[in-house]
């Protein structure tokens, strides 16, 4: 889905991509428990950790994952 509608043009690799969704979670827990420390709504503390993390989430993807696909030669 990211590759036809938000990367269009590259190519995806699926090695990064696991290591990207790990990382991802990762940062998602430990970032939850550090909002519901600070807010104690936890509908807010999970709207700030979503927005927060689908932002970084969007910069690996792109970064480590989605290539440019190399025209052929």
Same mark, same amino acid.
């Given at each position: 889905m990211f590759s036809r509608h938000v990367f269009p043009g590259h190519t995806p *690799? +699926?090695?990064p991509y696991i290591v @990207?969704?790990?990382i991802n979670y990762? +940062?998602?827990l430990s970032l939850l428990m550090v909002a519901h420390h600070f807010i104690k709504s !936890?509908? #807010?503390a999970g709207f700030v @950790? +979503? @927005?927060t993390v689908s932002? #970084?989430?969007y910069f690996l993807l792109k970064q /480590?994952? /989605?290539k440019h696909? *190399? !025209?052929p030669l």
């Open positions: *690799r +699926l090695g @990207t969704y790990a990762g +940062l998602s !936890p509908y #807010i @950790t +979503l @927005t932002v #970084i989430n /480590f994952v /989605f696909k *190399r !025209p």
